[in-house]
C-alpha cells in the first residue's frame, strides 16, 4: 500500500465508526482517518488509541463544506443516519452525489444492515429461527441454510427501505464504473458485547475488529482492481450460529473475521 490512505468516515463517533477509528490502523498505519459527524454527536469510543481527526458539522445543512471533505479521498465510509425516511434517503443522495462529483471519485462502502432482509428470518415467530434465538439448538431438526450474501433487500419497514436505497446506490455507482459496496452491518456495540437482551443477538453479533477487517479486505481488493463493485455483504463475526452467509465476502474480497461470539458463552 502507499505511504497514505485517506479515509472519511461519515458519521464517524458511533459505534461502527468508532471501531473502524481503532482498528484500521491497527491493521494497517496507511490509513489516514478522518470523521465527520455534528457538532457535539456522543463519541463512542472505548479505545485510547481511537485515531483520526474529527470535523464537526451538519453536512446536510451546509454540502458545500461536505464537498472538500470528499475531494482528494481513497476510501468513504458512510455510517450517519438520521431518523424520517425521506429525510435519511436525502441524506444519502447527497453522499453518494457529492462521491460521484469528483473528478476520481473514491471508493465508497455504504451502511446497510442485517434489517434489510427482516423479511427471510424471524426470531420472534415459532421455528428454527425462534429456537436459534432461545439457544434451545437441540430441537432444531433442520438447519436453516445460511442467507445469502448477493440475496436482494426484503425491507418490512422504513429502516430496512433506508438500507435498500443505500444498496441501489452502490449499484448505480458499479454501474457507472466506480467501486462501491453496501456492509449490511451486524450487531455491533461499543464494548464488544454479543450478549445483549436482543433476542438472537449472538447469531448476528460483529466484533468492531471484524467490521474493521471487512472494509480493509474490500479496500484492499479495490486497490488490486479485483472488487466485485455493486456486491453487499453481511457483515458478521465467525459466530458458530451465525445465520448469515459471509463465505461469499471469504471468497470474493478475502474476509477473515476472527471472533466467535460463543466464546463468551
Known amino acids: 500500500m502507499s505511504s497514505h490512505y485517506k479515509v472519511l468516515l461519515v458519521g464517524g463517533q458511533g459505534s461502527i465508526g468508532a471501531g473502524l477509528r481503532t482498528y484500521l490502523p491497527r491493521l494497517d498505519k496507511s490509513y489516514r ?16 488509541d481511537a485515531a483520526g481527526e474529527l470535523v464537526e458539522l451538519d453536512f446536510v445543512a451546509s454540502p458545500a463544506k461536505f464537498a472538500p471533505l470528499v475531494a482528494d479521498c481513497d476510501l468513504v465510509v ?48 415459532k421455528g428454527p429461527y425462534w429456537s436459534i434465538a432461545e439457544r434451545h439448538f437441540e430441537e432444531i431438526e433442520e438447519w436453516p441454510e445460511r442467507i445469502p450474501a ?8 422504513d429502516y430496512g427501505r433506508e438500507k435498500a436505497h443505500v444498496e441501489e446506490w452502490g449499484k448505480r455507482l458499479a454501474a457507472a ?11 455491533i456495540n461499543a464494548h464488544n458485547d454479543p450478549l445483549l437482551s436482543e433476542r438472537g443477538y449472538f447469531a448476528v ?7 474493521a477487517r471487512l472494509v480493509h479486505a474490500c479496500f484492499q481488493s479495490h486497490c488490486r482492481g479485483e472488487l466485485p463493485s455493486g456486491a453487499h455483504y453481511f ?31
Not at 482517518?33 to 456522543?42: F, K, T
Not at 458512510?78 to 424520517?84: G, V
Not at 453479533?205 to 467490521?211: I, K, T
Open 205 to 211: 453479533w460483529c466484533h468492531q475488529e471484524d467490521s
Open 177 to 187: 464504473g466506480h467501486s462501491a459496496i453496501a456492509a449490511r452491518w451486524g450487531g
Open 33 to 48: 482517518v478522518i470523521s465527520v459527524d455534528l457538532p457535539g454527536a456522543e463519541d463512542k469510543a472505548v479505545a485510547g
Open 235 to 265: 457483515v458478521i463475526s465467525d459466530n458458530t450460529y451465525n445465520i448469515f452467509d459471509i463465505d461469499t465476502p471469504r471468497r470474493e474480497v478475502g474476509y477473515e473475521p476472527i471472533h466467535n461470539a460463543e466464546t463468551y458463552y
Open 150 to 157: 448477493a440475496i436482494p433487500a426484503h425491507a418490512i419497514n
Open 78 to 125: 458512510y455510517l450517519a443516519r438520521c431518523h424520517e425516511l425521506e429525510a435519511m434517503r436525502r441524506m444519502t443522495d447527497l453522499v453518494y452525489e457529492t462521491v460521484l462529483a469528483q473528478d476520481k471519485p473514491p471508493m465508497i462502502i455504504g451502511s446497510s444492515s442485517v434489517h434489510a432482509v427482516d423479511g427471510l428470518y424471524n426470531f420472534h415467530e
